[in-house]
Structure formats: structure tokens, C-alpha cells
């Protein structure tokens, strides 16, 4: 894919379509890597459960049952267990 580089102020840039953000999930800060081949533009990777405390606070506050990433890491003690059947 060719782009076209673009004055922004006493600088240069480019403008990336839609769908390569989405696809790279690209948006806010990124960073910029040089590497032998060029240049990569790669998204800032959060630190590991970043806002966990406030979105497993917010959901029991609101009476919901936490799923998904908020439980990423805990384990049930049911199925830790083993069955006999």
C-alpha cells in the first residue's frame, strides 16, 4: 500500500486508512520502532490489567456478576477439583 506523505507543520506525515487501525487496533499514542526494513508502527501495549481494580469495583457496585478479562487468572475451586462420576 502506498500513502502519500503530507505537511504537518514543520514536519511530514501520513494519514492510515480506517481499516488498518481497526485491524491493528491502532488509536491514541503508538510507538514508532525503526528496524532494517523500515519503519514499524506498532500499538503501545497497556500494562497487564491496567483499570482491573475499577472495572471489578464499578461491576460489583452495580450488582453484575464479573466475567471475562476481570477474571482472567482466577481460578474456581469447582473445577479445580477432580470430579468422580
Known amino acids: 500500500?502506498?500513502?502519500?506523505?503530507?505537511?504537518?507543520?514543520?514536519?511530514?506525515?501520513?494519514?492510515?486508512?480506517?481499516?488498518?487501525?481497526?485491524?491493528?487496533?491502532?488509536?491514541?499514542?503508538v510507538e514508532l520502532r525503526p528496524t532494517p526494513d523500515g519503519l514499524l508502527i506498532a500499538?503501545?501495549?497497556?500494562?497487564?490489567?491496567?483499570?482491573?481494580?475499577?472495572?471489578?469495583?464499578?461491576?460489583?457496585a452495580a450488582g453484575e456478576e464479573p466475567e471475562g478479562e476481570l477474571l482472567e487468572g482466577f481460578s474456581d475451586p469447582v473445577f479445580e477439583e477432580e470430579w468422580q462420576w
Open 1 to 29: 500500500m502506498n500513502v502519500i506523505l503530507i505537511r504537518v507543520g514543520n514536519s511530514q506525515g501520513i494519514v492510515l486508512p480506517k481499516k488498518l487501525l481497526q485491524q491493528y487496533q491502532l488509536n491514541g499514542e
Open 43 to 60: 500499538p503501545i501495549a497497556r500494562p497487564a490489567r491496567q483499570g482491573w481494580d475499577a472495572q471489578m469495583q464499578a461491576a460489583l
